[in-house]
């Protein structure tokens, strides 16, 4: 069994070349990473106390600070990293940063004005 942290190198980097497939799921990462789904799941929710999805779905999200902050509009920022659907990417950053995408928008050009 791979050690705690050559599983969690292999597991970003596996999620890093993956991210951006809005079919990458749970059974996907266990086959890239050598592992069954169920053992997956037990050594993320051990390590890092989320589930694969949890740490795919805050993983995309994080990369996708970058496309909003550069701005991307919402829709190609949440296919860009992923999400399939412009209403889900919404709902899942909302519950993330306590903000909308556009209005986390909104809030880095009023803050780029005013530099």
């Known amino acids: 069994m791979k050690s705690d942290q050559a599983f969690a190198d292999s ?3 596996v999620v890093n070349q993956n991210y951006t497939n809005p079919n990458f799921d749970v059974v996907s990462m266990a086959v ?3 592992t069954s789904d169920r053992q997956l799941q037990r050594r993320l929710k051990a390590q890092i106390g989320q589930s694969p999805m949890q740490y795919l779905r805050q ?3 994080e990369k ?3 496309y909003l902050r550069d701005g991307v ?3 190609e920022a949440a296919q860009a ?3 399939s659907s412009h209403a889900y990417f919404t ?3 909302r519950l993330r940063f306590g903000v909308t995408p556009s209005q986390m928008q ?3 050009q009023s803050a780029t004005l005013t530099e």
Do not use: D, E, H, N
């Open 91 to 93: 709902s899942c950053f």
């Open 11 to 13: 597991l970003i980097r």
């Open 73 to 75: 509009p919402v829709g």
């Open 81 to 83: 990293v992923g999400f």
């Open 64 to 66: 996708s600070l970058r």
């Open 59 to 61: 993983f995309r999200l």
């Open 32 to 34: 890239a990473m050598k």
């Open 106 to 108: 909104l809030s880095q």
